[in-house]
T-cell receptor, first 113, second 115 residues
Framework: EAQVTQNPRYLITVTGKKLTVTCSQNMNHEYMSWYRQDPGLGLRQIYYSMNVEVTDKGDVPEGYKVSRKEKRNFPLILESPSPNQTSLYFC???FGTGLYEQYFGPGTRLTVT | AQSVAQPEDQVNVAEGNPLTVKCTYSVSGNPYLFWYVQYPNRGLQFLLKYITGDNLVKGSYGFEAEFNKSQTSFHLKKPSALVSDSALYFCAVRDDSGGYQKVTFGTGTKLQVIP
């Protein structure tokens, strides 16, 4: 089954404790992206990747890092989480940019205390 | 720069009535426009997209959307609403001025279909 998986689905952590949210897709997609969803703000793009070793900032990249060492995986790293990073995070992938629709993972709800 | 506006936080419609969820956009280049739906505790699912050509686009679950270049709008429509259509709907845009790399979403519109 074609899918985007994220882990963990739920995470509660404390300020400053490094964490990684994993994202994996089995559709051989070139484009992958991370979003955060906050009430009243919709989805905002954090980082995206056009292909292996090619990443770029979205609209809200501060406090986040990403890497794309393999085509299928695109982890999101929070090196020193802060409470304002409490949010619902989604990973998405697509065949490419432009006209291609994105496939979304189930989401990761992160709480930073 | 690109932006998307969904002017209504919530739309209420009676079951069986037509529904419209509004979206307007602003881009520097030529846009590709998308609608996604989010059910509670789920990720977003693709509904339909406008690339080029016919301004009326048909998608999943009986939804359609009309692209209007002069009004920079891409409203989502359905002739007869179902209770199961109740969900959160997002409009999104990519434009060619940035190589279509970035994606911008609207703030979402909650659709409530009343039995």
């Amino acid at each position: 089954e074609a899918q985007v998986t994220q882990n963990p689905r739920y995470l509660i952590t404390v300020t400053g404790k490094k964490l990684t949210v994993t994202c994996s897709q089995n559709m051989n997609h070139e484009y992958m992206s991370w979003y955060r969803q906050d009430p009243g703000l919709g989805l905002r793009q954090i980082y995206y990747s056009m292909n292996v070793e090619v990443t770029d900032k979205g609209d809200v990249p501060e406090g986040y890092k990403v890497s794309r060492k393999e085509k299928r995986n695109f982890p999101l790293i929070l090196e020193s989480p802060s409470p304002n990073q409490t949010s619902l995070y989604f990973c998405a992938s697509s065949f490419g940019t432009g006209l291609y629709e994105q496939y979304f993972g189930p989401g990761t709800r992160l709480t930073v205390t | 720069a690109q932006s998307v506006a969904q002017p209504e936080d919530q739309v209420n419609v009676a079951e069986g009535n037509p529904l419209t969820v509004k979206c307007t956009y602003s881009v520097s280049g030529n846009p590709y426009l998308f609608w996604y739906v989010q059910y509670p505790n789920r990720g977003l699912q693709f509904l339909l997209k406008y690339i080029t050509g016919d301004n009326l686009v048909k998608g999943s679950y009986g939804f359609e959307a009309e692209f209007n270049k002069s009004q920079t709008s891409f409203h989502l429509k359905k002739p007869s609403a179902l209770v199961s259509d109740s969900a959160l709907y997002f409009c999104a845009v990519r434009d060619d001025s940035g190589g279509y790399q970035k994606v911008t979403f609207g703030t979402g519109t909650k659709l409530q279909v009343i039995p």
